[in-house]
């Protein structure tokens, strides 16, 4: 009966370190950010993933807007997104610079890479409060037991809000994916060439 107890104790405070540790993982990042400390963000933050992310948000939305009203086979669509992966490859390639990426991550708005943002989309990825940190909980959300996504500002409109995603890889939680708001967007767009 003992051994079952402390059994049962031990899985379950492992379970719990478990849960936190995305939590602990993105405040940590927050932390690196704030420091502007390149070489632990750099350590946090799977590029690949992160350049795959953005690559299809961007590429999504560029076909999107021009192909406005017209009606695309499977085949043209699929060299349309090539060709704009293509295109949109140098301005990825200057989200993913350190600076640019300290500076999306420390406030949500690429101002090196971007004109000042109009509309004040803003985020602050450190719980700073308990009141913060409830909030990041309540808006998080699990897909299985490897990849969370938090959703940042919590109480701001959906179409102001980024999700980050953060995947499990071995035992470190990496920032593997950053869904940018359509404001956002829209402004890296207007910076691909158009043909």
Do not use: C
Not at 86 to 115: C, K, M, S, Y
Not at 126 to 149: H, N, Q, V
């Amino acid at each position: 009966m003992r051994w079952t107890l402390r059994i049962g104790l031990l899985l379950f405070f492992a379970w719990v370190i478990f849960a936190i540790s995305p939590y602990v993982a993105l405040y940590r990042l927050a932390k690196a950010v704030e420091r502007r400390n390149v070489a632990e963000i750099s350590e946090r933050v799977n590029f690949r993933a992160l350049r795959g992310s953005l690559t299809k948000q961007l590429v999504g939305d560029y076909i999107q807007q021009a192909s406005a009203g017209k009606e695309l086979s499977t085949l043209s669509r699929q060299i349309a997104a090539e060709a704009t992966a293509t295109v949109a490859d140098p301005i990825i390639a200057q989200l993913l610079t350190a600076d640019v990426l300290v500076d999306l991550l420390d406030d949500g708005w690429p101002q090196q890479l971007v004109e000042e943002n109009t509309r004040a989309l803003r985020f602050d990825m450190s719980p700073g409060s308990l009141r913060k940190a409830w909030d990041l909980f309540m808006s998080s959300e699990t897909r299985g037991f490897r990849i969370i996504y938090f959703t940042l500002p919590a109480k701001a409109e959906p179409a102001e809000r980024y999700r980050l995603q953060m995947r499990l890889s071995g035992l470190r939680w990496r920032l593997s994916g950053i869904e940018l708001p359509p404001t956002l967007r829209q402004k890296l767009i207007a910076r691909l060439p158009h043909r």
